[in-house]
């Protein structure tokens, strides 16, 4: 049975209310205040429309606050994050600072960053959000680390992200474990291997992994890039002179993203895909995109992982609302359809022991997936640098390799 009818008889079975755990009688009743102000407001989320298995993921989230909250979402697809940014500092250049055009943001990294220097984030927030309270964050600090920037509760995360590798076990037996070994793969088979063009995140994320194998000192890459910058990545642009003759297309042309990967891998184009969620290459089986024999891996040396968040504008048009929509994507409800494989395989940031019996059993039903790794075999997490390694490092791919 499809995890999507399980889940729905579940929701049934047990009577699982997606009602927000509430603490003190004050905090209901505030929370109360913001669910009556957001009913009938609409809100313009703007989030990567990059991926089809996320966009239909989030057309059904508009049709579960739509039928509890009364609100009405708007998906602002975007190909940039920045672009987000760039309208926020627009508007606060302008003076525009009620009556924003952008209420949600989803958001990491040096996106956030930025945001947060220039004052241009509504918070903090995640203490008003009751289903925050399900995430223990002593035991994962990281949910309230943006690589290595302290979130200071100006965002909310609502799903964590691994890089992994895809392939095909029926044409390839043993794939390359580490960054060196596919530079060595790629030389010996011209044209199998690719990534996407930064600043696409997907392809800024291949260049760190393959930096932090190759740094001699990694806890560097926790610190601001400063005058060392040269140094450290040195060996970097080494790596990518000797493998760009031998990438797809000789490395004039570059894939947008992982949809794009997924399709040369499935055509016999590539040999390999990226992806940074565990379940994308089970996913792509269920949706046809890929064949059963797809299989995931990671390298030995470990790869990297990063919590994605949402985050509200500070002259946000519609506070409550989006205030609404951030807590309902913690919801058990809304984390385990999300998590669920065959809908977008996207890992939850809520804490299992902070859930009821009840909201547990959602995600004990969830299929791995056949291509899937567990917990233990995507092996050991590396931190996202600090962003300003990926701003220099983006800037530099693109004047090197970018024409």
């Known amino acids: ?76 697809k975007l190909d ?16 525009r600072d009620d009556g924003g055009s952008v ?28 289903n925050y309270a399900l995430i223990d964050t002593q035991a994962n600090p990281a949910v309230e680390l943006d690589f290595t920037i302290p979130t200071d509760g100006l965002e909310s995360p609502w ?34 291997v690719t990534y996407p063009a930064p600043p696409q995140f997907l392809g800024s994320t ?15 890459l926790l610190q601001p890039a400063g005058d060392n910058y040269a140094a450290v990545t040195a060996p970097l642009w080494a790596y990518l002179d000797t493998i760009r003759p031998a990438l797809w297309r000789e490395g004039r042309d570059y894939p947008d993203g992982d949809d794009a990967l997924i399709r ?39 790869t990297i992982g990063n919590t994605h968040y949402v985050a509200i504008p500070y ?21 385990a359809h999300k998590q669920d494989p065959d809908v977008w395989g996207d890992m939850t940031v809520l804490t299992m022991d902070k859930l009821t019996p009840d909201a547990r059993a959602l995600f004990d039903v969830l299929p791995l997936g056949i291509a899937t790794l567990s917990p233990a075999e995507l092996g050991t997490t590396l931190p996202e640098p600090h962003p300003s390694w990926m701003t220099r490092i983006e800037n530099t791919w693109l004047e090197r390799y970018g024409s």
Do not use: C
Request: a negative charge; glycine letters at 8%.
């Open 1 to 76: 049975m499809h995890f999507t009818t399980i889940f729905k008889a579940a929701l049934l079975t047990i009577g699982l209310s997606t009602a927000p755990v509430i603490g003190s009688s004050a905090q209901a009743q505030d929370w109360s205040d913001i669910e009556q102000k957001a009913r009938g407001q609409t809100v313009y989320w703007n989030a990567w429309g990059g991926d089809g298995a996320v966009n239909s993921y989030i057309r059904w989230v508009g049709d579960r606050i739509s039928a509890d909250y009364g609100i009405t979402l708007e998906h602002v």
């Open 80 to 95: 940039d994050t920045a672009n987000a940014v760039r309208k926020v500092l627009a508007e606060k250049s302008a003076g």
């Open 103 to 130: 209420d949600l943001i989803w958001i990491n990294g040096e996106n956030f960053k930025a945001m947060k220097d220039q004052g241009l984030l509504y918070g903090p927030v995640t203490d008003k959000l009751p």
């Open 159 to 192: 799903g964590q992200a691994k890089l992994v590798f895809i392939y095909d076990s029926a044409t390839l037996q043993e794939p390359p474990k580490s960054m060196m070994a596919l530079q060595a793969y790629a030389l010996a088979h011209p044209g199998r």
């Open 206 to 220: 291949f260049l760190k992994q393959a930096l932090y194998e190759l740094v001699q000192d990694r806890d560097a």
């Open 264 to 302: 040369l891998l499935d055509e016999g184009a590539v040999d390999f895909a990226l992806s940074f969620q565990p379940g994308r290459a089970s996913s792509a089986i269920a949706q046809g995109l890929l064949p059963d024999t797809a299989r995931t891996f990671v390298l030995d040396q470990g």
């Open 315 to 335: 002259n946000a048009a519609h506070k409550e609302g989006a205030m609404v929509l951030a807590n309902f994507l913690l919801s058990p409800e809304a984390q």
